[in-house]
């Protein structure tokens, strides 16, 4: 199956500062989904991106599936930016979506 | 609903007893999915349902689980004879559709969290 990497696994922010988390993937895709899971334990659906550059407030994204990988940029990062970021592909099957391996994001104070 | 709704929230069981987990979809929504999540990992696939219709279960770890949504809209993923490697954060995730690419972004709920004593 489709392998789904995320780097890095962790990271650590002072709190302002920016940050770039890549997802590399092994195989086209059909589409492509960003994900916060924050302490709490909820996974929010941040982005729909198949492909091009989309931007919600201090998150944007980028996906260019013909390389296969997709970046998700943090700016100017908070505290509430804490948690674990997915990325998730569709695959093989029309619709079975396989999620990344999460990178971990700590905001410090 | 306003969001996906799973229950239970958090359910104990003794290993051998069957569990069955319920999921609530958006309204109006047409895929179900089913996703199993372990501490510190990616949720993992299961199944997922376009209406009544079960579409893909190659996730489904083994015979003793399985999953129906018979009037296309709540879900109820059924685990016969738990084991201990069963316990996970088990979640369930809707979308608008299939047909148009633009209605896939999935939707989850807060999942229910499994322990097999």
């Known amino acids: 199956g489709i392998q789904v990497e995320q780097s890095p696994p962790d990271l650590i922010l002072q709190e302002g500062a920016n940050s770039t988390l890549r997802c590399n993937f092994s195989?086209?895709?059909?589409?492509l989904q960003w994900f916060h899971q924050n302490p709490w334990g909820q996974l929010i659906n941040l982005f729909y991106?198949?492909?091009g550059t989309k931007q919600n407030g201090r998150l944007s994204a980028t996906t260019v599936a013909t390389e296969r990988y997709s970046l998700l940029y943090i700016s100017s990062s908070q505290t509430t930016d804490s948690g674990v970021y997915f990325c998730a592909v569709y695959s093989g099957g029309y619709q079975k979506v396989t999620f990344g391996t999460g990178t971990k994001l700590q905001v410090i104070p | 609903g306003a969001g996906v709704s799973q229950s239970p929230r958090y359910k104990v069981t003794k290993r051998g007893q069957d569990v069955a987990l319920r999921c609530d979809p958006i309204s109006g929504h047409v895929s179900l999915y089913w996703y199993r999540q372990a501490l510190g990992q990616g949720p993992e696939f299961l199944t997922y349902?376009?209406?009544?219709?079960?579409?893909?279960k190659s996730g489904l770890p083994n015979d003793r689980f399985s999953a129906e949504r018979p009037e296309g809209s709540i879900s109820t993923l059924t685990i016969q004879r738990t084991e201990q490697r069963d316990s996970a954060m088990y979640r369930c995730?809707?979308?608008?559709?299939?047909?148009?690419?633009?209605?896939?972004?999935?939707?989850f709920g807060s999942g229910t969290q499994l322990s097999v004593l």
């Open positions: 995730a809707s979308s608008l559709g299939f047909r148009d690419r633009t209605n896939e972004k999935l939707f």
């Open positions: 991106i198949p492909s």
């Open positions: 195989d086209s895709v059909n589409n």
């Open positions: 349902f376009n209406y009544e219709a079960q579409q893909d």
